[in-house]
Every structure is written in structure tokens, then in C-alpha cells.
């Protein structure tokens, strides 16, 4: 979505050498296998018509989620990292940010 957004402004505001990736951090072996079977199922459940059929019932309504009770007890953590040009040369510059807020409500706001 980063480099799609980028080549549709005719200023191309990112810059032409934008380079983006994201990633997801797993705590270990057994989550990193479960986080990328679940990424696989979700794949194949949305994109093979009858499988979306099928689960869409079972699926929230646009705008429904989880109780309140279970969102004031998660949270988000993410970390960005960018490269700056100090003294001639390339340096990583890391940004860890975490909070309890529910997410979902900051994203309306």
C-alpha cells in the first residue's frame, strides 16, 4: 500500500528511492510457524470465493469487535526503523513505541 500510494502522487512525495517493509516479530519458533500458518489460512479464505462464503457468517459486522473488557486488557507495540545520513555516512535510528490504547478507536479518531 506504501509504494502503491507513492507512484499514484504525481510528486511521487516519498521519493523515487523509497525502499518500506514490514515485518512481525514472533517470540519464538512455535509463534512464528502459528503467526505464518494463520497468515496462510487467512490468505486462502479470502481470496477462494467459496471459503468466504462459507466463513463469512461466522465473521464480525463491519464496525463490530472485540468487548471492551478484552481490548482494555491488550495492547500494541511497534518499532520503526529508518536509516538517517550523519557524518557521511548511514546510521539506523530506531523508534519503539507501545501503548494500551485501544488501537481501533485511535484509528477513528
Same mark, same amino acid.
Given at each position: 500500500m506504501v509504494h502503491r #500510494?507513492?507512484?499514484? &502522487?504525481e510528486s511521487q512525495s516519498y521519493g523515487r528511492q523509497l525502499l518500506y517493509s514490514e515485518a512481525h516479530e514472533a517470540e519464538g519458533p512455535v509463534d512464528a510457524v502459528l !503467526? #505464518?500458518? !494463520? $497468515?496462510a489460512i487467512a490468505h486462502l479464505i479470502t481470496t477462494v470465493p467459496l471459503l468466504r462464503r462459507l466463513v463469512a457468517p461466522l465473521?464480525?459486522?463491519p464496525g463490530d469487535g472485540p468487548p471492551e473488557a478484552y481490548r482494555k486488557k491488550n $495492547? &500494541?507495540?511497534? +518499532?520503526l526503523t529508518g536509516w538517517t545520513q550523519e557524518e557521511g555516512r548511514a546510521k539506523p535510528r530506531r523508534c519503539h513505541c *507501545? /501503548?494500551? #490504547? /485501544?488501537? !481501533?478507536? *485511535? +484509528?477513528?479518531?
Open positions: #500510494s507513492n507512484a499514484l &502522487w !503467526g #505464518s500458518m !494463520g $497468515h465473521l464480525p459486522e $495492547h &500494541w507495540k511497534c +518499532t *507501545l /501503548d494500551r #490504547s /485501544d488501537v !481501533g478507536r *485511535l +484509528t477513528r479518531l
